[in-house]
């Protein structure tokens, strides 16, 4: 069965200093995985995908992700945190079947200090 | 510029009664569903619908409901409240099977059972 894991359930940066968010998925075959971003009290926001195109993916807002085949990896970067970047960070993946049901991970809580 | 509103953000209401909540979507999006969030369980999908007068049951269906009379609609109600359905619940819509991972959601609607 697909599954995904995001390794810290929170992260703590100073601005201006890198960003990593860490997920690893679970799958027998390539598949689709998003990263989106909620902001407190809002719904959430597809930040960026990765459909088997380019391995490096760029999404909104500077940030980026980097599919890893060999490490079944799909983690979160971005060179400069900024303070507006705080929120909470989801991993998502299509499962290998044919329905709509999305896998999302548990989510990671991005602290930008000041 | 389209959207996804969800109504009413907020509501507090008392166990047993009934409670519907509205989700409205300007992008004519055929694929809408509903999402429950919780601390501990993230996002979990209550129902979703493919289009005008289809439903499905998600994996936490139970004491929920739904129905799709036109494309921009799909309220869902609470046959009868209860305190485990205190949460945020999340509307969201897709364009198509192909972009099924590329979520829009609205704000959110914060329902409190006493």
């Known amino acids: 069965a697909q599954s995904v894991t995001q390794l810290d359930s929170h992260v703590s940066v100073s601005e201006g200093t890198p960003v990593l968010l860490r997920c690893n998925y679970s799958?027998?075959?390539?598949?689709?995985l998003f990263w989106y971003v909620q902001h407190p009290n809002k719904g959430l926001q597809l930040l960026l995908k990765?459909?088997?195109?380019?391995?490096l993916v760029k999404g909104i807002n500077g940030f980026e992700a980097e599919f890893k085949k060999s490490e079944t990896s799909f983690h979160l970067t971005k060179p400069s945190a900024h303070m507006s970047d705080a929120a909470e960070y989801f991993c998502v993946v299509i499962p290998m079947d044919s329905s709509y049901k999305l896998i999302f991970g548990s989510g990671t809580r991005l602290l930008v200090r000041p | 510029d389209a959207e996804i509103t969800q109504s009413p953000r907020h509501k507090i209401t008392e166990t047993g009664r009934q409670v519907t909540l509205a989700c409205h979507q300007t992008w004519n999006h055929n694929n809408m569903f509903w999402y429950r969030q919780d601390l501990g369980h993230g996002l979990r999908l209550i129902h979703y619908?493919?289009?005008?007068?289809?439903?499905n049951k998600g994996e936490v269906s139970d004491g929920y409901s739904v129905s799709r009379s036109n494309t921009e609609d799909l309220p869902l109600t609470l046959e009868s409240a209860a305190s485990s359905q205190t949460s945020v619940y999340f509307c969201?819509?897709?364009?198509?099977?192909?972009?099924?991972?590329?979520?829009?959601f609205g704000e959110g609607s914060r329902l409190t059972v006493l």
């Open positions: 799958s027998s075959y390539s598949p689709s």
């Open positions: 969201a819509s897709s364009e198509s099977y192909t972009r099924r991972g590329e979520l829009f």
């Open positions: 990765y459909t088997s195109a380019a391995t």
């Open positions: 619908s493919y289009g005008v007068h289809d439903t």
